[in-house]
């Protein structure tokens, strides 16, 4: 993800946006992806680095222990055009890289990744659709040529509704962790100060609770309600209970929620659509600083991601075989 500043972030899942401009400066640019694990390992099969020929690159494929070597290999790839498929660890070639627990790995270097291909993919996430993209590489010394397909799926968008410090900490923990985050709120402090530190943040002020925006919401987005004024909260949740979010958080405690529960199904709210509330949100309860409720909601809103990426782990061959496992998980569909 690229900073205000115009940086990136070194350590970074999504490295098409950094190959892309790259590509379009001019510069060659190679595609590092895990194909094959053998053992433990501490990024999963499609993980991937893009390295440029002025040596500038992101993403990760270890814990830190490969990455520069990764760099060097693609450099020399870069240099000679050549795809090539480089092992790591148990039986590779360089005695000096040390996996842990005597595990290996096996990365693609892909140097011929075409700009069309590449903007392909991203305007399809750019759409909050999957993309795929499929790898070839010949394993050993022998012709058995494969593909890996490496399935993209759109980055987590989180929308935080509400008001005050823990609204603004949640929103910049959660750009950090690499989701795409919009701020929705009626207090101008709460946005001007969110704009203030982080400029590229989308904000979308709310004017009066019977008066609220269009909101998009699908099934790879997230809602974290942050409000003293629970008047937001009775317009705002029947439109998140009735999208397709995998996640919805209500701040407050358990008889602040039983009320906002009471006051919904007064307002014709089914009551079993309030199951989909998490409330009080968080992963933890009891903290009073900013700080600590929002990693407290977004450790939360990360569990649940995790428990979907297993779900769809034990239901497909690969982790990244098939975006439908996944999409299943998140949203029931």
């Known amino acids: 993800m690229k900073g205000f500043n115009g940086t990136w972030e070194k350590f970074e899942d999504y490295v098409l946006d950094f190959a892309i401009e790259r590509q379009r400066e001019g510069s060659r640019v190679a595609i590092v992806t895990l194909v094959h694990v053998e053992g433990s390992s501490p990024r999963a099969q499609g993980a991937q680095m893009a390295v440029c020929e002025t040596g500038e690159w992101t993403g990760y494929l270890s814990g830190g222990c490969i990455e520069r070597a990764v760099v060097a290999e693609a450099l020399d790839a870069i240099e000679l055009g050549e795809n090539r498929l480089v092992r790591y660890g148990r039986g590779s070639k360089y005695l000096d890289i040390q996996l842990p627990c005597g595990s290996a790995i096996e990365l693609m270097f892909d140097v011929t990744a075409s700009p069309l291909e590449l903007e392909t ?7 909050r659709s999957a993309a795929i993209m499929r790898v070839p590489f010949v394993r050993g010394t022998g012709t058995e040529a494969r593909t890996f397909k490496r399935t993209y799926l759109p980055r987590i968008r989180l929308i935080v509704a509400g008001v005050g410090p823990a609204a603004i900490q949640l929103c910049k ?61 009775t317009q705002l949740l029947p439109l998140f209970l009735a999208s397709e979010a995998f996640y919805i958080g209500a701040m407050g405690s358990r008889r602040t929620h039983e009320r906002r529960s009471e006051r919904l ?10 199951d989909r509330i998490s409330a009080p949100a968080g992963l933890f309860s009891g903290g009073k600083s900013a700080s600590v409720i929002a990693g407290s909601v ?27 496992p996944i999409r299943h998980a998140l949203c029931g569909t």
Do not use: K
Not at 195 to 218: C, K, W
């Open 173 to 233: 923990f959660a750009r950090l962790s690499g989701y795409e985050v919009i701020l929705y709120s009626p207090d101008q402090p709460t946005c001007g100060e969110l704009l203030r530190t982080e400029p590229a943040m989308q904000v979308v002020p709310l004017t009066t609770p019977n008066r609220t925006p269009s909101i998009d919401v699908d099934c790879y987005t997230a809602v974290a309600l942050l409000f003293h004024d629970h008047e937001w909260e």
């Open 298 to 324: 977004l450790a939360e809103i990360m569990h649940v991601q995790q428990l979907a990426q297993c779900h769809a782990d034990a239901t497909t061959t690969g982790s990244h075989a098939e975006s439908g």
């Open 265 to 274: 199904v007064r307002l014709g709210t089914n009551p079993m659509q309030l």
């Open 121 to 127: 993919i991203d305007s399809r996430l750019r759409d």
